[in-house]
């Protein structure tokens, strides 16, 4: 079965780094687009960046954009966002999420469980 | 302020029907696919209907999608208690180039 694990979640300062991994099972990762959605504690949720199944063309929100980077690792089956320049409005739980197609199609088949993020002094 | 507009709360009785409304724009929902997600207390969110009306492998066919024009709607109909959740309505915006997302809309099953 699809299994998505987020990990690299804690507190962090205001200006500074994060790096969040998605390790993937049960599906060839290769061959699917992944995202990163976040929810803000008590809101809704937020399209965070998109990655497709080649490393190709990657698309930001405009909050993140210049600030955030989405790589993968096809050889590691694993999923990454590297966060610099934080904010307090960065804070969230951040999912990795499977896309149905390798190229992106908006849809989000399978979510991980979760990595919360604070950023706070 | 979200891109896509959905009631922020909706209840009804068990057993009984509800819909949810997802209002967009020619740039989101009048061009592109919808899909609809729920969410359950504490947990991360499921893929609940694609291309605006099909459902992925599990979901029971008391969970229903349409669209027209620049509007989206999640029917479920036989509520059950274990329902109750968060529904979120998300497409392909083409003039942000971004994914959105609606505000969400907590279902209650009274």
């Known amino acids: ?121 | 302020q979200s891109v896509l507009t959905q009631p922020p709360s909706v209840s009804a009785a068990p057993g009984q029907k509800v819909t949810i409304s997802c209002s967009g724009s020619s740039s989101n929902i009048g061009n592109n696919y919808v899909s609809w997600y729920q969410q359950l207390p504490g947990t991360a969110p499921k893929l609940l209907i694609y291309d605006n009306n099909k459902r992925p492998s599990g979901i029971p066919d008391r969970f229903s999608g349409s669209k027209s024009g620049t509007s989206a709607t999640l029917g479920i109909t036989g509520l059950q208690t274990g329902d109750e959740a968060d529904y979120y309505c998300g497409t392909w915006d083409s003039s942000l180039s971004a994914e959105v997302f609606g505000g969400g809309t907590k279902l209650t099953v009274l």
């Open chain 1, 1 to 121: 079965q699809v299994q998505l694990v987020e990990s690299g979640g804690g507190v962090v300062q205001p200006g500074g780094s994060l790096r969040l991994s998605c390790a993937a099972s049960g599906f060839t990762f290769s061959n699917y687009g992944m995202h990163w959605v976040r929810q803000a504690p008590g809101k809704g949720l937020e399209w965070v960046t998109f990655i497709p199944y080649d490393g190709s063309n990657k698309y930001y929100a405009d909050s993140v954009k210049g600030r955030f980077t989405i790589s993968r690792d096809n050889s590691k089956n694993t999923l990454y966002l590297q966060m610099n320049s934080l904010r307090a409005e960065d804070t969230a739980v951040y999912y990795c999420a499977k896309d149905m197609a390798n190229y992106g199609s908006g849809k989000f088949e399978y979510w991980g469980q979760g990595t919360l993020v604070t950023v706070s002094s």
